[in-house]
């Protein structure tokens, strides 16, 4: 998963036509490497998204700006409207990122 660590970039990113998801994370979160174990088959079955991922504590000002109050979060996004918000609370396992996900659809 790509790393964005420039506003620049995230709102490059998230503008496009074609929907991304941004993972908020930080190094000192113990869900967030929770959820590095079960990610990557979820990205493989998901992949009309792009994934990338937010370091919180590097663009905080995004992390606030979406509201971003827990991680790991996951944020959807498409021509730079947030369409959909997994907060950390409800992203502890692979069948709640998937029902998220699947919800989307």
């Known amino acids: 998963m790509e790393r964005i660590s420039t506003v620049?970039?995230?709102?490059?990113?998230?503008?496009?036509?074609?929907?991304?998801?941004?993972?908020?994370?930080?190094?000192?979160?113990?869900?967030?490497?929770?959820?590095?174990?079960f990610i990557d088959p979820i990205i493989e079955e998901y992949n009309e998204y792009n994934w990338y991922e937010v370091d919180r504590d590097e663009l905080m000002d995004i992390a606030e700006e979406q509201e971003v109050r827990g991680i790991p979060s996951l944020l959807i996004f498409k021509n730079g409207e947030k369409l959909a918000h997994l907060h950390s609370a409800n992203a502890k396992s692979p069948e709640q990122v998937t029902?998220?996900?699947?919800?989307?659809?």
């Open 8 to 37: 620049e970039k995230f709102n490059e990113l998230t503008s496009t036509e074609q929907p991304v998801i941004i993972k908020f994370t930080a190094g000192w979160c113990p869900d967030c490497t929770r959820m590095n174990m």
């Open 99 to 105: 029902d998220f996900l699947d919800a989307q659809k």
